[in-house]
T-cell receptor, first 113, second 113 residues
Framework: DGGITQSPKYLFRKEGQNVTLSCEQN?????MYWYRQDPGQGLRLIYY???????QKGDIAEGYSVSREKKESFPLTVTSAQKNPTAFYLC????????????FGSGTRLTVV | GQQLNQSPQSMFIQEGEDVSMNCTSS?????WLWYKQDPGEGPVLLIA???AGELTSNGRLTAQFGITRKDSFLNISASIPSDVGIYFC?????????????WGLGTSLAVNP
């Protein structure tokens, strides 16, 4: 079955460390997105990419970095510059040609210890 | 970034009751989407609306695209315990599937069996 996979489901990080969250999709979607979700704040866009080797900052990009070397993959790195990284991170994808809604992964919960 | 005004913020109802929630925007949207998120999971698309005045059903769920194109509502009839979760609206301004979605802050629904 086609879908979008995020890993790991839970991630613990020590302060000062960079961590990378994985997002892979086999839906042949062009666009991919990273959101951060905090209680009571809904979904906030971190980065998005509409084509391989190109990506754009979202509303809260500071302290994060991404790459889009393959259509299927859009990893997110949470750097030590992100002051409050503990959150639930969601990856999504969408077909630009077909439109419609985003398909989401099941999320990664990152906790800084 | 811009956000939609989604209300109510939370609801606590008895099983079997009907539920209604809505989203409003200060700008005109071409697409309205309704998602449901279970705890610890990614949002799942419930209903997509593409035309002003459109009324679409998905089982016990019904959503409408407001004729002003600045609002949408979602109704759930005869609620059951598995309806528990957070419901998000999302909208897209303008034409073109490469445009980002704008999200509401969610309506948290609790159902008392």
């Amino acid at each position: 079955d086609g879908g979008i996979t995020q890993s790991p489901k839970y991630l613990f990080r020590k302060e000062g460390q960079n961590v990378t969250l994985s997002c892979e999709q086999n839906l042949n979607h062009d666009a991919m997105y990273w959101y951060r979700q905090d209680p009571g704040q809904g979904l906030r866009l971190i980065y998005y990419s509409q084509i391989v080797n190109d990506f754009q900052k979202g509303d809260i990009a500071e302290g994060y970095s991404v790459s889009r070397e393959k259509k299927e993959s859009f990893p997110l790195t949470v750097t030590s510059a992100q002051k409050n990284p503990t959150a639930f991170y969601l990856c999504a994808s969408r077909s630009i040609l077909q439109g419609g809604g985003y398909t989401f992964g099941s999320g990664t919960r990152l906790t800084v210890v | 970034g811009q956000q939609l005004n989604q209300s109510p913020q939370s609801m606590f109802i008895q099983e079997g009751e009907d539920v209604s929630m809505n989203c409003t925007s200060s700008s005109i949207f071409n697409t309205w989407l309704w998602y449901k998120q279970d705890p610890g999971e990614g949002p799942v698309l419930l209903i997509a609306l593409y035309k002003a005045g459109e009324l679409t059903s998905n089982g016990r769920l019904t959503a409408q695209f407001g004729i002003t194109r600045k609002d949408s509502f979602l109704n759930i009839s005869a609620s059951i315990p598995s309806d528990v979760g957070i419901y998000f609206c999302a909208g897209q301004e303008g034409a073109g599937n490469n445009r980002k979605l704008i999200w509401g802050l969610g309506t948290s629904l609790a159902v008392n069996p």
